[in-house]
């Protein structure tokens, strides 16, 4: 006896067969009936895209021939518009692999002819086969209303449809964050007062940088004297997972100057410390002066790993903490 489960139309059915001990999976593309198999249902859900995706040479191509389909489009704006972009690698890298998912689901699909009931399925599909996150299907069809409304206005498409689509319901929703009150935030303020990067994170707190922006800080950045702050670079991940400090943020606005809350204008002294006669001389030269020009405001040096020096055991050094 098999049980049998009926999946959205348009993407097949799987049910298991217990006398075989297999997974079946059914779908009848241009009036045929396929049938694959698997020994679990992952296995026989990944055939069924095969089939559909017509990535499988010995399956018909489900294609209309009434133009070009998502594939070709989605690589054509993403060499002719995003790549001509002034915006970070980052968010090129983000839209390459928005437009990969949407190309292995929905890549042989025509263009002139998409529906919003297929981008919708295609999204479902793209949540029930790889559990993405509500977060990332916002991102998936984002890029790919950019991309049907690069082919809008080239005449393609007449409508952009993935611009009507709806989430899958079942997508997780964000949890809402907490933020602290007033009387919080000014009892933190307190107490970073006396930390060694008290004032990173105060002026993060303060001023809403980003978590790269604060950790790339230099002290050639700040002017306590005039109360200013320049964002001109950020912290981020090389193809290695290494923490490096790069020029290129987020977006080219980001590149600004801030007023310094007069809360967190902290006067800086050298913690006092025991001589080291190991300490190179660009270190015993920071220890005279806290805020030489090129040294980074946040003193948790970090290894080749990623790993700081309080994660190896050590103190970073040089240390300097707020004179409160």
Known sequence: ???????????GTIYKDDKRNLYVGQITIRGKRHRVYGPTKVAT???LNTLIRGDDKSAPLVERPDGPNM???LEEWLRRDVAGRDVAPATIAAHRWAADHVISI?????????????????LEMLHTDTDMSRASLVKVRSSWRQSLQYAAR??????NVAADALLPAGAARRVSRQSLEPDEARALLAVLRATPDGLLFGLSLRLGLRPGEAAALQWRDIDIEKGVLSVNRSRQLD?????VIVDDLKVESARRTLGMPSDVRWPVVPVDRPRDARRTLRDR????DPTERAAPLMRVAVDRRGRTDRARGRSARPQFHADG
């Open 45 to 47: 859900r990944e055939k």
């Open 285 to 288: 030269r920071r220890a005279e």
């Open 106 to 122: 929905a890549g042989h699909l025509s263009v002139a002819t998409l529906t919003v009931s297929e981008v919708e399925t295609a």
């Open 154 to 159: 080239r005449g393609i498409v007449t409508s």
């Open 239 to 243: 193809g290695r997972g290494r923490p």
């Open 1 to 11: 006896m098999t049980t049998k489960r009926r999946a959205r139309k348009g993407t």
């Open 71 to 73: 594939r070709h489009l």
